[in-house]
């Protein structure tokens, strides 16, 4: 039996492209499964599940803005967000992520350490100590910023609305004279970091609470940073006091509160 070339040849060439097109339908139905079973976007962070975590003990905006820094540093496939109206924090990733989070928080959020801070003000004579004058306040270790005032508001007078008045119209304006403390700590695993100004002032002269057109006010100021050990006084500067031989020494003390 004699083959016939041209038809044998169509034949293969049928074959072959059969070939092919199954080929190709093959490789698109793989590619399709596996899109399927592994989607481009299978990110965790995009797919995974989610959970809320409230901050119970953390409620500076600062000092949660420094958990989620920790937390996407750490977490670099997760996404993390902190609802700022809820103090909490909203974490979408794989379980592993979610897990992590949740062991961090529970390092990370607990509440700050409470210090009393006791301030000493001692007149001195030379060596000699003639009194102490000490006031106290709680500061916590998170870096905010206690006040405490003593003392009293004193007019002075700093204009007339009417010069044809007896006095009446004077326009009067307060200021605060006596003692003000300001303090802020911030604790690590080396040391308690205090940053304080200690300020007093007063009117120079004797009649302080008389309306003076212009008073000279006295003022002393302490401002500055040291390390504090806790249980140990430490000195934060002597004042020489104003027309006499004495000089003031300030110094402070902490103590853990809880």
Same mark, same amino acid.
């Given at each position: 039996?004699?083959?016939?070339?041209?038809?044998?040849?169509?034949?293969?060439?049928?074959?072959?492209?059969?070939?092919?097109?199954?080929?190709?339908?093959?490789?698109?139905?793989?590619?399709?499964?596996?899109a399927q079973a592994h989607p481009a976007d299978s990110n965790? /962070?995009?797919?995974?599940?989610?959970?809320?975590?409230?901050?119970?003990?953390?409620?500076?905006?600062?000092?949660?803005?420094?958990?989620?820094?920790?937390?996407?540093?750490?977490?670099?496939? /997760?996404?993390?967000?902190?609802?700022?109206?809820?103090?909490?924090?909203?974490?979408?990733?794989?379980a592993e992520d979610i897990e992590a989070a949740q062991k961090?928080?529970?390092d990370l959020d607990r509440p700050h350490k409470i210090y009393?801070?006791?301030?000493?003000?001692?007149?001195?004579?030379?060596?000699?100590?003639?009194?102490?004058?000490?006031?106290?306040?709680?500061?916590?270790?998170?870096?905010?910023?206690?006040?405490?005032?003593?003392?009293?508001?004193?007019?002075?007078?700093?204009?007339?609305?009417?010069?044809?008045?007896?006095?009446?119209?004077?326009?009067?304006?307060?200021?605060?004279?006596?003692?003000?403390?300001?303090?802020?700590?911030?604790?690590?695993?080396?040391?308690?970091?205090?940053?304080?100004?200690?300020?007093?002032?007063?009117?120079?002269?004797?009649?302080?609470?008389?309306?003076?057109?212009?008073?000279?006010?006295?003022?002393?100021?302490?401002?500055?940073?040291? /390390?504090?050990?806790?249980?140990?006084?430490?000195?934060?500067?002597?004042?020489?006091?104003?027309?006499?031989?004495?000089?003031?020494?300030?110094?402070?003390?902490?103590?853990?509160?809880?």
């Open positions: 039996m004699k083959l016939n070339p041209v038809r044998t040849g169509r034949r293969v060439m049928l074959s072959v492209l059969s070939l092919i097109v199954l080929m190709l339908t093959l490789s698109a139905l793989t590619q399709r499964a596996s965790p /962070a995009d797919t995974g599940p989610y959970q809320i975590f409230h901050l119970t003990n953390v409620t500076e905006t600062r000092d949660a803005r420094d958990l989620i820094t920790d937390l996407r540093n750490m977490l670099p496939m /997760a996404k993390v967000y902190y609802v700022e109206s809820q103090n909490a924090i909203s974490i979408r990733g794989s961090m928080l529970a009393r801070l006791t301030y000493s003000l001692t007149e001195m004579d030379g060596d000699k100590s003639l009194g102490t004058q000490r006031v106290s306040i709680l500061v916590p270790d998170s870096g905010e910023r206690t006040t405490l005032k003593q003392g009293s508001k004193v007019p002075i007078v700093t204009g007339v609305l009417d010069t044809n008045s007896s006095g009446q119209n004077s326009q009067v304006q307060y200021i605060d004279l006596g003692l003000a403390i300001e303090a802020s700590l911030n604790s690590s695993t080396a040391a308690l970091h205090l940053q304080t100004k200690v300020e007093q002032s007063s009117v120079e002269d004797a009649q302080a609470g008389a309306h003076i057109p212009d008073p000279t006010i006295r003022q002393t100021v302490i401002d500055g940073t040291t /390390a504090l050990t806790p249980g140990k006084p430490l000195i934060l500067g002597s004042l020489d006091m104003p027309g006499s031989t004495h000089r003031e020494e300030v110094s402070v003390v902490s103590e853990l509160v809880h």
